[in-house]
């Protein structure tokens, strides 16, 4: 077996973000995937989401399960913290780290396979009790280490490599988030950076359940005609229900334009953003009207993307519990062995 390890030297003339660190400091190893494959572009465009917010890599936590998709966190921000549990069980292992140490940015990574299948319970218990995580999942509709049999969120009618076309009906996993109760539920392309790494950026700076749909074709085995996950089909059917960028805490800036205007806005770093109203009907905040829409354009064969739903007064689950502000990893023998007074108390209390 040939190992391939990336060159640890770097340019001197690499850009640095505000903490020092160039884009190659949040890299991993060299990925072993198919050629072309989409997960590799979400690696990418994880990578440079964590590197314009200057996170520090230590400061990530990153958790799969089994799969293609749960390769990839050995691919990007090599620097951190990891975890890959067994098929289906990620959430609640990143549940658990979560509860433990609340002070880590939480990255669960997952596939179609990993979480509408085996492990769809644990995939719907962890949104809609508001773990504090980003949950993406790299979808393609078809379970790529097994030789192409069609997933749980393959299209009804979708033909496989083989020409055998899928007769059961897809589970939509934004649409099920929605349902559960996530806060922030959003659907990219794995093959639209432009538009996935402001919604990556944006699901980290987020309080509570993030999830990310990101429709990634599998080169190998679902990227052919005949596939509603190819990048072909998703190309010609993407319906991008907004366009936005992201930016980091600091004095407000105030706009106010008329829709379908285009308007530059001076940043405070100098740079110019570029400002589009588009969808002047949609609402993001409006839950029940996201859900309606996924629908709606699923219908007539859309792929509907961009930041489906957001709840900006989302809470989490350290809030629902009441939990202590320490991280429980932290805390000493006293606050967790407060003695027989404190017991007796919690035992009058339960009878």
């Known amino acids: 077996m040939t190992y391939i390890a990336k060159p640890r030297l770097h340019h001197p003339t690499l850009s640095r973000n505000a903490i020092g660190c160039t884009r190659r400091d949040y890299e991993g190893k060299v990925s072993t995937l198919c050629a072309g494959c989409g997960h590799?572009?979400?690696?990418?465009?994880?990578?440079?989401?964590?590197?314009?917010?200057s996170i520090e890599p230590h400061r990530v936590a990153k958790l799969s399960g089994i799969g293609c998709s749960s390769k990839t966190p050995d691919y990007f921000l090599g620097q951190s913290h990891g975890f890959n549990t067994v098929h289906g069980r990620m959430p609640s292992v990143l549940t658990g780290a979560n509860l433990a140490n609340r002070d880590l940015i939480y990255l669960g990574v997952s596939g179609d396979g990993d979480s509408a299948s085996i492990g769809l319970g644990q995939f719907a218990h962890c949104l809609r009790r508001g773990v504090n995580m980003v949950y993406i999942v790299e979808n393609n509709g078809v379970y790529g280490l097994t030789k192409g049999q069609f997933s749980a969120t393959a299209d009804r009618g979708s033909v496989s490599k083989r020409?055998?076309?899928?007769?059961?009906?897809?589970?939509?996993?934004?649409?099920?988030?929605?349902?559960?109760?996530?806060?922030?539920?959003?659907?990219?392309f794995s093959g639209d950076k432009r538009q996935l790494?402001?919604?990556?950026?944006?699901?980290?700076?987020?309080?509570?359940a993030a999830f990310i749909d990101v429709v990634s074709p599998c080169v190998a085995f679902n990227n052919h005609p005949g596939s509603t996950k190819?990048?072909?089909?998703?190309?010609?059917?993407n319906e991008a229900v907004n366009r936005l960028d992201v930016m980091v805490p600091?004095?407000?800036?105030?706009?106010?334009?008329?829709?379908?205007?285009?308007?530059?806005?001076?940043?405070?770093?100098?740079?110019?953003?570029?400002?589009?109203?588009?969808?002047?009907?949609?609402?993001?905040?409006?839950?029940?009207?996201?859900?309606?829409?996924?629908?709606?354009?699923?219908?007539?064969?859309?792929?509907v993307t961009g930041l489906l739903y957001i709840d900006p007064d989302a809470g989490d689950l350290h809030g629902n519990l009441n939990t202590v502000t320490t991280p429980l990893n932290r805390l000493g023998e006293t606050e967790l062995c407060p003695g027989s007074a404190a017991l007796e108390r919690l035992n009058a209390a339960l009878r």
């Open 250 to 303: 600091r004095t407000a800036i105030e706009v106010d334009y008329p829709a379908g205007e285009t308007i530059e806005v001076e940043q405070h770093d100098g740079s110019v953003l570029r400002l589009s109203k588009l969808a002047e009907d949609y609402d993001p905040r409006d839950r029940l009207a996201a859900m309606n829409h996924i629908q709606c354009h699923q219908a007539e064969g859309a792929v």
């Open 197 to 208: 790494v402001p919604l990556i950026k944006a699901a980290i700076g987020h309080r509570g």
């Open 230 to 237: 190819s990048y072909e089909y998703v190309r010609e059917h």
């Open 40 to 53: 590799d572009s979400i690696s990418a465009a994880i990578v440079q989401a964590c590197w314009e917010l």
């Open 163 to 188: 020409g055998v076309a899928n007769a059961d009906a897809p589970i939509d996993l934004a649409s099920l988030a929605l349902q559960m109760g996530a806060t922030f539920v959003a659907r990219s």
